[in-house]
């Protein structure tokens, strides 16, 4: 199994950018899908975006063209970078992973929350107006 912890959160402006981090630690040598959801009080966790071991993305509409997800699997950490936040976006960041199996499976639950079964504690990003 694996362990994940988030890191980079904190209060920008509207308009403003901020790159978020998870570091991976455990049994790195398995190949994992992995994703990152959000929650705000009274929305619940929604998907953000997903990445499969080999680099195949996919991400929500209401992100799309304003974050990227990337890896850096050689140093066991994947990163969230949005730029032209609003505050909509204010939530606390989720990162989850769980055993990739294959292109197919990675479509069906790479935005579902029940496709994941290890979780970070969460960062908390805050947009203001």
Known sequence: Q???EEFGGGSVQAGGSLKITCVVSGDTDRDYYMGWFRQSPGKG???VAAIDSDGTTVYTESVKGR?????DISKNILYLFCHSLKPEDTARYYCAADH???ALEFARLSLLESGYNYWGQGTQVTVSS
């Open 67 to 71: 974050c990227t997800i990337s890896q």
């Open 45 to 47: 966790r929604e998907a």
């Open 100 to 102: 990739a199996a294959g």
């Open 2 to 4: 694996v362990q994940l």
